[in-house]
């Protein structure tokens, strides 16, 4: 009989039973119990924690802890509030929140392709006007990340016929068709030729403020920019600075730097702002569950910890 597996996390109480019942049926040789159930004895036993925004004050609570899997592919409040404790944090890598956002980055590139920001103005004004189509093959979308999340995206856009370069932290293989580039020129020379620029990045120590002023306006004039990432990966300011001067047209945002959106944001009522209540890629608990499910079994078959973040990198 395996110790009990602890699950904490800052859920509402509708969505924390989804993620147990879903933890339940992937898991039914496991005990997944709820934080705030355990005594102090039975935490001092626990050796697996599976985490959606633990409070990092319960997390100090378990001593014996050898690792963390986070129901999220995106660490950085993990790597922040514990990454300094040693233990190893695994986070979710879901081929379904992979397809999803492929799906997601696809859908609002055609929804910039096609124009549909400058018809939706149209019409409040009644103005009938034909724009000139550009089609996929000549319309470069240029992707900031190219890892589980970016490498579905790009293989959905090359499918679809855009033309596609990907920028990575680090040379690497990348999926046919597409031009892999890395390091500061790589990124230059990717904003300067996309008409569509896709933020998939981690946030880390590197990316926070990456797209600030000076590279939003090295942007090819008239593009426009998805962020899917992480809010403070863009500098909110240079943006509206950059849409206001007609340098971009249009911004397709998904995260923030606070979520939800605060009712005063001017992004709410920018015209050329498509704010969304971060849905881009959203983790369900079913296919979560059965990621987390095979990640357990592995360390209880083997003793070895499932690959975790790097802690120094942030991602
Ligand atoms: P990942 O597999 O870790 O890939 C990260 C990619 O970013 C890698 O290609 C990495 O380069 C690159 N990168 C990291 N730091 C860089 C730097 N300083 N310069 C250049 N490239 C850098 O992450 P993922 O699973 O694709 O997820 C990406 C992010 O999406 C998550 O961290 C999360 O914030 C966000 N997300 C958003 C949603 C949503 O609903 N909006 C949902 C899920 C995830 P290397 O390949 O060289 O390592």
Redesign the pocket.
Known sequence: MSETIAFLGTLDAEEEADFLAALAAALPEETIRPFRTLSAEERAAIRIAIVANPDPAEVALLPNLAWIHSLW??VERLVRDLGGNGVPIVRL?DPE?ART?AEAVLAWTYYLQRDMPAYRRQQETGTWRQLAYRPPGETMVGLL??????SAAAERLVGAGFRVAA????P?PVPPGVAGVSGPEGLAGLLATSDVVVC?????G??RGLLDAGRLFAMKPGAALIN???GPLVAIDALLAALDAGHLSHAVL??FEVEPLPPGSPLWRHPGVTVLP?????TTPASSAGIVAGNVRAYRATGRIPQAVDVARG?
């Open positions: 592919a995106g890598i929140l956002m990340g190219l890892g589980a999340l970016g920028w990575s932290r680090s690497k998939l990045l981690p946030l880390t590197e990316t899917f990432g992480r998904d995260v971060h849905i881009s890629g959203p991602y």
